[in-house]
Structure formats: C-alpha cells, structure tokens
C-alpha cells in the first residue's frame, strides 16, 4: 500500500503557484520523498525528489516539514501544461515504488 | 538522448493470443522496470531488473507473464496466452540504480487491447 496521503484533486489558476500538500506520518528515516506527474496519455514524470532539506529545481520546489510527516510540492508559476495527476511517493533503500491514486491537478485559465 | 523507448505503442490482439511488448532503456542505465496501469488498479510495478538481473518480480500477475532482459540495452514482457483483462498502458522505466534516491525515466507506454 501507498504510504502518503494526498487530496484527490486541487484547482489552481493559471500563472499562480501551485501547492500540492502531501502526508507520510509513517516515514522513516531512510526514506526519501518522491514526486512525479502524469500528464494524460503520457508516462510518468519525474519532479524532484528530497529527504531532510528543502529542494528546488527548474520545474519546483519541495518543502519538507522539520519532522518529515508531511511535504508541500510547490510549482511557482502554474500554467495550464502543468495540468496532470501528481503522486507523492515515499520510498527507501530496497523498497518498490509505489504509486497511489495522487492528486489530479487542474490549471484554470 | 532519446529516452525510453518501446514498441509498439499499440496492440491489438484476440484473447489466446502471445502478445511482446519491447523496451529500450535510457543508455547507460542499470534498472529497468515494467509497470501496468488501469483505471481499476492505477499503476503497478510488475517487475524490474538490475544489470539485466531480475530482481523482484512479486508483481507479474501469473505465470502467463514473463520478462527479460538478455542485454543492458532491451527487455521484454511477453504474455501467453493473453486475455481481456489484460488490457492495460504497459509503461517501461529506467533509472541509474533502483535503489532510494534515484529517480525513475518513463517510456511513452504500450497500449495493449485484449478483445
């Protein structure tokens, strides 16, 4: 079973900043957060993934909370290419990944 | 570079059938996995290798399921016979290492019909 929690879907306007919540109250301390997208018809994505600090990339940002319970990916400027189903994952050393239900992210213009 | 690459991107087959689906990995990596995804199901790992070695392949549904990997540059899932509900996107990915802290590259996916 997936070991995050995360809204089914979330609305954001085009050009504002996108802010997917995620839970993992069970993380160890191995276990690194993940997060990918999945635009319509396309594989998986790769975002960006952290495990204690704050990470950013070209594509987000990654706040992880100081106790690791919960993290907030944040895409700064939305624009409606972003619109996707976006699956936090957590997963350490050996594990598989595991991909939930994620949260379907619309962009409206 | 040309990223995952797999074939065909469409089948379509009749229950009974041997269906092969192909994968090309991202040159230079070590893992390759094959992953299913449903409406019912989302995304499932089936199985996945390390320099062409099987790992764990916990998630093949049944033994009408099979994988290979007889190179660094090709895989393979092939299922005999096929039937309907295995209708699915079949989506291969690679990576540097399948251990923590390395991310996963997707393929375009296969879409498979089973009728």
């Known amino acids: 079973d997936a070991k995050t929690t995360q809204p089914t879907s979330m609305d954001c306007a085009e050009g504002r900043a996108a802010n997917l919540p995620c839970n993992h109250s069970t993380i160890s301390g191995n276990e690194y957060v993940y997060w990918y997208r999945q635009i319509h018809s396309q594989g998986p994505q790769y975002i960006i993934h952290g495990l204690k600090n704050n990470e950013t990339n070209e594509m987000a940002s990654l706040i992880i909370t100081e106790d690791r319970k919960s993290s907030t990916l944040i895409l700064p400027h939305a624009t409606l290419r972003d619109t996707a189903v976006y699956y936090c994952?957590?997963?350490?050393?050996?594990?598989?990944?595991?991909f939930g239900k994620g949260t379907r992210l619309h962009i409206l213009p | 570079d040309a990223g995952v690459i797999q074939s065909p991107r469409h089948e379509v087959t009749e229950m009974g059938q041997e269906v092969t689906l192909r994968c090309k990995p991202i040159?230079?990596?070590?893992?390759l996995f094959w992953y299913r995804q449903t409406m019912m199901r989302g995304l499932e790992l089936l199985i996945y290798f390390n320099n062409n070695v099987p790992i764990d392949d916990s998630g093949m549904p049944e033994d009408r399921f099979s994988a290979k990997m007889p190179n660094a540059s090709f895989s393979t899932l092939k299922i005999q016979p096929s039937e309907p509900r295995d209708s699915a996107v079949y989506f291969c990915?690679?990576?540097?290492?399948?251990?923590?802290?390395?991310?996963?590259?997707f393929g375009p996916g296969t879409r498979l019909t089973v009728t």
């Open positions: 040159s230079g990596h070590n893992s």
């Open positions: 994952i957590v997963r350490g050393g050996d594990d598989k990944i595991i």
């Open positions: 990915a690679s990576s540097f290492d399948w251990r923590g802290g390395m991310e996963q590259y």
